[in-house]
């Protein structure tokens, strides 16, 4: 199976390291939105897609690279990490979902768990979720990444 994994990790190698958990259990390479190639993705077997929150959005690099695709027809996941928690409503992963899906391909689910984060305010006071992601975290994206490919989608 190929898989590849698109990251951009810009502020403190939050994502990467959750991506790098991934790509040890699915053999795939970690590439940044600026390296990856759309073909090759389009492609691919299985091909994730993650980066860090900023302002409720995943980073503008990676959604432009999931705009440029061409259609697919293979398996994608996408993953996040954010300083805040998640609102139900509107999941941080839901717009390059939507985009993946309208590319024609199968979102085989997100993944996505708390991180270090010195968005402005917190700054002031050294940063939030400092210890994050922890190897609880880590060992959750394994999991998830095991169940990807083992064919089984996320949990329930």
Not at 94 to 117: E, N
Not at 127 to 138: C, E, K, S, V, Y
Request: hydrophobic share 45%.
């Amino acid at each position: 199976m190929k898989s590849v994994i698109v990251c951009a990790s810009v502020s403190h190698g939050n994502t990467r390291r959750v991506a790098d958990s991934m790509a040890r259990v699915l053999d795939a390479e970690v590439v940044s939105p600026e390296r990856a190639d759309p073909g090759e993705l389009a492609a691919a077997d299985l091909v994730g897609f993650g980066s860090g929150v900023f302002y409720g959005r995943l980073h503008p690099s990676l959604t432009e690279l999931v705009r440029a695709l061409p259609a697919g027809t293979g398996r994608a996941f996408v993953f996040a990490t954010s300083g805040l928690p998640e609102l139900p409503p509107a999941p941080f992963t839901r717009p390059v979902v939507r985009l993946l899906r309208a590319k024609g391909f199968s979102v085989d689910g997100s993944y996505t768990c708390r991180a270090f984060d010195t968005w402005a305010p917190f700054r002031l006071v050294g940063g939030i979720r400092r210890q994050r992601p922890n190897a609880g975290d880590l060992a959750a994206a394994r999991a998830f990444a095991e169940r990807l490919r083992d064919g089984q989608g996320p949990a329930a």
